[in-house]
């Protein structure tokens, strides 16, 4: 009878142990798996092409990411314009401000909004933000617009994010010892001077892992980017024109992949695109935030 | 002077607060005021009829029968794998070692990737295997997509428990696994959150079943038939230049939101309810 | 003085770069309550971890020497670890009930090693509440969450359910620190019992209880076993000037 224990024991060691090793190497073989599929494109057009050039003319095998890429940064950028003060702002004063009562009712709100999945962002979006943009905004700007736009794009993203900013500021913010606001508010300075000269510059690292963190996401998130961004592929000139991100690109293209020669293999090299910049963002970040956990405890 | 800077942000803080908060209440405001005119009891209960994408009869019941497939296939799935996963590194690798790190730097990592990622490498493995879009590769791509999730939840329940738990049981002589299964029943309340927020990115999640799942009118009965879900049910409909079957999207929607709401607001009411009986 | 249950020799122990025991040798005699004091952070619980090999789970531990049980030295890598745990009881410093009802936490060590027949450990449950006198208080509840009991009736829990496996020696690392004055009393009268029939070590650092307790008393100060002895030795006279100065509160 012992004996079985102890060697049940072992057995399932060794069987927990191969598990994980697989599961970590899910992320080497997505990354090989896309590599794989990219190959036929790559070997075609050299990468400087691929990124820098707007020709997109599959039948030609030309594939010119320029415009999606930059579509991709332009509401990333909007969306993080729009998310990061919102978001510092109110980490700041759930965590240094506001009573008890308040953090019990607002976190769980966030954490609700968290829980929305994004088709359901962008079916608001176009019923809330669209209009909004092509009715109210865009007239005081700009000629004509059809309310898809990279504008609509940020903002439908930027709410996605709030939740994900949040949390990581406040966690950061909680990493910082009570003795160091103690000893700034004993030397006579106001709350808003110790969060200001203290708390900002002490989590200064954990709050630019956060915003790369965010950023990722930005990146990556697709359907409900899809749904207002206007599906244009063009290099915007301004934020009412429509762009075309990299991730709505994969999406809307699925059905035609296999029929047109190399489109499938550019679909996937988009993928990496995507892949690589997003683990390579995640892992510099995380590894951030480790050290900086490691360093309170 | 300091003053009046410090209450110019007190004011700004308060107000960027309530704007968050209330774009939860605006989103769903929107979604019920637009979606709930247009639920009705067959919209629920029934499958499309022929004509059903321009106007006629019919309801999204291949949609939620195919999104609750998936989602339960894939947190089954993905249970059967994390679990043993967390076990490992929090009872047989020693603790706070390179492995350990190494392995919840990696499911941080896999947790970043987006769906569509997830859905492209479904759809390449799908391809390379031979297989056509079906009920079975939705679920092996969801599963993929939630296996960090699931991981990092579970994780983070089971390093809550006092070392001493597993102390205790080592002291009678118990070995390893008769430690992690003790572990496991102490942190029962955090694994269910885990499962229950799990369960809820799994059923909203378009890009992953894109390619995948495929879609179709009927309830698949096999593993290998394709397999419709709620949000490209509501993507596919709200394109339809049709207005009966874009208001049918938005009723799609409030079922998938209602959805998602009641399964956040059980993870809130389990995770309260079964940490009352913790030490 | 009676055998030696417990035999160490030339202990040192090694994590990471600390070296927390050095040369530790040590005798723990049969039968006897024997008290290991001093000051908080020198190495007490430790050491009392080395004996049962529950350092093992720690990360970088290096053990060197030889600590025998009965002769036999745990740490030979021959040696079975889940063999040599039951040999000890463990009381931790709060009391860590399993997640289950009072019956299935005394009938849990049981049960993992194979008894699963029900009239005996009815019986076995009844015996071991009895013997830290629980019985009485929760005979009617056995099936009741033993998180339902009162932090010293959870820790006497413990020490039964530490008992079920039959131990010959009971480790107790300040058992009574989380405790209110009655329970703390409840729990040392029980360890004045139990002596007639395990031997019996604990780490406390309040010299009160080990005056109270202890036939034999070490006194540990940072990693190095200053002095051992039998109660009367080491509290009224002492030879080393270390223990001195702790004994009669000079040192804290």
């Not at chain 2, 879009?133 to 983070?156: F, H, K, N, Q, Y």
């Not at chain 3, 139990?194 to 070490?218: E, P």
Request: with cysteine; net charge positive; glycine share 6%.
């Amino acid at each position: 009878m012992k004996k079985y224990r102890l060697l049940k024991d072992k057995l399932l060691s060794k069987a927990f142990l191969t598990l994980t090793l697989l599961s970590i190497l899910i992320v080497v073989m997505v990354g090989v798996g896309l590599y794989y599929k990219s190959i036929p494109i790559l070997e075609k057009n050299t990468l400087s092409k691929l990124l820098f050039s707007s020709e997109w003319k599959p039948f030609n095998e030309q594939f010119g990411f320029y415009p999606y890429i930059i579509g991709t940064l332009w509401i990333t950028g909007i969306a993080l314009l729009i998310a990061l003060p919102l978001s510092l702002l109110t980490a700041i004063f759930l965590s240094e401000y506001a009573p008890l009562r308040i953090r019990k009712l607002v976190i769980p709100l966030i954490e609700l909004l968290s829980g929305i999945p994004p088709i359901i962002f962008g079916v608001w979006g176009v019923l809330v933000v669209i209009p909004l943009i092509q009715d109210h905004i865009a007239p005081h700007f700009v000629e004509f617009t059809t309310g898809y736009s990279v504008l609509a794009g940020g903002i439908v993203l930027s709410i996605m994010i709030f939740p994900l900013l949040i949390s990581i500021l406040m966690e950061i913010f909680d990493n910082v010892p009570q003795e160091l606001r103690d000893a700034s508010l004993s030397l006579g300075a106001t709350k808003w001077q110790t969060v200001k000269k203290v708390l900002l510059r002490k989590s200064s690292s954990g709050i630019i892992a956060a915003v790369v963190l965010a950023v990722s996401r930005a990146f990556g998130e697709t359907i409900a980017v899809l749904m207002v961004c206007g599906n244009f592929a063009q290099v915007p000139h301004s934020v009412f024109d429509s762009c075309y991100p990299l991730p709505a690109l994969i999406a809307n293209n699925y059905g035609e992949m296999m029929s047109i020669p190399l489109y499938d293999s550019a679909l996937m090299f988009t993928a990496l695109l995507l892949f690589v910049i997003i683990v390579l963002f995640n892992t510099v970040s995380r590894i951030i935030l480790f050290r900086i956990e490691k360093s309170t405890t | 002077m300091r003053k009046i800077e410090e209450n110019i942000f007190k004011v700004l803080m308060v107000i960027s607060t309530l704007i968050i908060t209330s774009t939860l209440f605006l989103i769903l405001y929107t979604i019920f005021s637009k979606g709930l005119g247009s639920l009705n009891w067959d919209m629920v209960s029934k499958i499309p009829e022929g004509g059903f994408y321009i106007g006629k009869g019919g309801g999204i019941l291949n949609a939620i029968i195919g999104s609750i497939y998936i989602t339960l296939g894939s947190t089954l799935l993905g249970l059967l794998i994390s679990i043993p996963i967390v076990i490992y590194i929090n009872v047989y690798a020693t603790k706070n070692s390179l492995f350990t790190n190494i392995t919840r730097l990696t499911f941080d990592i896999l947790f970043g990737i987006p769906s569509i990622v997830y859905g492209a490498f479904g759809f390449t493995i799908m391809v390379y295997m031979g297989m056509k879009t079906s009920l079975l590769a939705g679920i092996v791509t969801v599963t993929l997509l939630i296996i960090p999730i699931l991981v990092r939840a579970i994780d983070e329940a089971v390093r809550v428990v006092p070392e001493e738990m597993g102390h205790a049981v080592y002291a009678l002589g118990g070995t390893r696994w008769e430690a992690a299964k003790i572990i496991l029943r102490q942190s029962t309340a955090g694994i269910v959150t885990a499962i229950l927020l799990s369960f809820g990115r799994a059923i909203g999640d378009a890009a992953c079943v894109l390619f995948t799942a495929g879609f179709t009118d009927s309830i698949p009965t096999s593993l290998n038939q394709p397999a419709a879900t709620l949000p490209l049910s509501i993507f596919f409909q709200l394109s339809s230049p049709i207005p009966e079957v874009q208001n049918r999207a938005y009723a799609a929607t409030v079922v998938l939101t209602l959805i998602v709401l009641v399964i956040s607001v059980a993870a809130k009411v389990v995770s309260k309810k079964l940490s009352k009986n913790k030490i | 003085m009676s055998q030696s249950h417990i035999s160490i020799k030339n202990l040192n122990v090694y994590i990471g770069e600390n070296h927390i025991l050095k040369n530790i040798n040590l005798e723990l005699p049969d039968k006897k309550v024997i008290s290991l004091i001093g000051p908080s952070g020198c190495g007490k619980t430790t050491l009392l971890k080395t004996m049962n090999r529950l350092l093992d789970r720690q990360a970088d531990v290096r053990v060197e020497g030889e600590v025998l049980v009965d002769g036999e030295n745990i740490y030979d890598p021959m040696v079975e670890v889940t063999h040599i745990r039951k040999k000890m009881g463990l009381l931790s410093q709060r009391p860590f009930p399993l997640p289950m009802n009072i019956y299935d936490n005394i009938a849990y060590g049981q049960r993992i090693h194979g008894n699963t027949n029900k009239k005996e450990l009815d019986a076995l449950v009844e015996k071991y509440l009895r013997d830290v006198n629980l019985w009485d208080e929760v005979k009617d509840r056995l099936k009741s969450p033993a998180t339902r009991l009162s932090i010293g009736q959870q820790q006497r829990l413990c020490l039964a359910r530490g008992l079920s496996v039959s131990p010959e020696i009971i480790l107790g690392d300040e058992p009574t620190s989380a405790l209110d004055p009655i329970s703390t009393k409840h729990i040392e009268e029980l360890f004045l019992q139990l002596k007639d029939h395990y031997t019996i070590v604990l780490v406390t650092h309040i010299l009160r209880q080990a005056r109270r307790v202890s036939d034999y008393i070490g006194f540990v100060y940072m990693g190095e076993l200053v002095e051992f002895g039998t109660a009367d030795q080491i509290l009224n006279h002492p030879k080393e000037q270390l223990t001195k100065d702790y004994v009669f509160g000079a040192l804290s």
